[in-house]
């Protein structure tokens, strides 16, 4: 099916990685921004998107494209996250950041920043809540992970590298996986079901083999949205992602039959990020792009996405 205005570019190439092997590249055009990532082990594949070192020597700003959970530690400089009334305001030194469906900004005259994401399953196992009443929400970090957040990062911030903070992740977040619950049943099967794109809540219910009330519920605890809600943010994120990730996209390549016109399209992306796709292709974003291109080069999963499931459930 070839939408309205198929033929019609929406994006610029994106930069490519000068090394892979280094993890660092530097934003063209603003100040030295340096963003380094690290996949997490084979035990923790499916519940940490990844870990990152994000470092600018100079003022920035981008924004948070709608992800999943994420913790944040704030090592040096005042880098913030900013959506309104999502938090107390404040430096936010030590940071959980609920599931969202739509756009932070980020800004900072400097800084140095370091954290992980989490997928659904990973709240679940980690958190251990509902990601609900955290849904477009930042707080601070409160004890989750089983240490004191003050500590934590008075330790990354002593560390003496990137490579050292996140070997401190990966053995935080192996130890609260030996020291937390198996994920239920129901969690993982929704989570497979919504991997299979349900074209809507009836076919979600149909394909769960639940009732809605039951579906609206689970949702809720595991993804921070109602299930029509939920199913709208993954159609706009699979669009986004082709945005991100492909050179010269066109809508024939971006757009698939759950849209159902360049103006449907155009409709969700000013919901879900605050501006039209050619206002996005205006704005600077001195990290993401960096991030994307560093995530595409190393086969990592975009963090608003599903990574592949856990082999370790139990």
Not at 213 to 234: A, K, M, S, V
């Amino acid at each position: 099916m070839k939408h309205p205005g198929a033929d019609r570019p929406l994006d610029e190439p994106q930069p490519t990685h000068p090394d892979a092997g280094d993890h660092t590249a530097v934003a063209a055009g603003t100040s030295d921004v340096h963003v380094r990532i690290s996949p997490p082990p084979p035990p923790l594949e499916g519940y940490v998107t990844f870990s990152y070192v994000v470092e600018a020597a100079g003022p920035v700003s981008d924004f948070l494209y709608p992800e999943w959970g994420n913790v944040r530690f704030n090592l040096d400089g005042d880098m913030v996250a900013e959506m309104p009334g999502s938090y107390e305001p404040g430096l936010q030194l030590a940071t959980l950041f609920g599931p969202t469906d739509r756009a932070a900004t980020i800004r900072s005259t400097g800084g140095r920043i370091a954290g992980f994401g989490l997928t659904p399953l990973g709240w679940a196992r980690f958190v251990a809540r509902s990601a609900r009443p955290l849904a477009n929400r930042i707080r601070p970090l409160d004890g989750e992970f089983g240490v004191d957040p003050r500590r934590l990062r008075e330790e990354l911030i002593e560390a003496p590298g990137d490579d050292a903070v996140f070997e401190r992740f990966d053995a935080l977040l192996l130890a609260a996986l030996a020291q937390t619950a198996p994920l239920r049943p129901v969690a993982l099967r929704l989570d497979e079901v919504l991997r299979s794109k349900p074209t809507d809540v009836a076919d979600f219910v149909r394909r769960m083999g639940t009732t809605s009330r039951t579906l609206h519920r689970e949702c809720e605890y595991l993804f921070g949205f109602n299930p029509r809600r939920l199913l709208r943010r993954q159609r706009f994120l699979d669009a986004l992602g082709q945005i991100r990730m492909q050179p010269d996209a066109r809508f024939a390549e971006l757009l698939d039959e759950r849209y159902f016109d360049q103006s449907h399209f155009i409709r969700d992306f000013r919901e879900f990020i605050g501006m039209t796709p050619r206002e996005y292709l205006r704005t600077p974003r001195d990290i993401f792009r960096i991030a994307a291109a560093e995530q595409a080069n190393r086969g990592i999963t975009l963090s608003f996405r599903l990574p592949p499931p856990p082999t370790a459930v139990g």
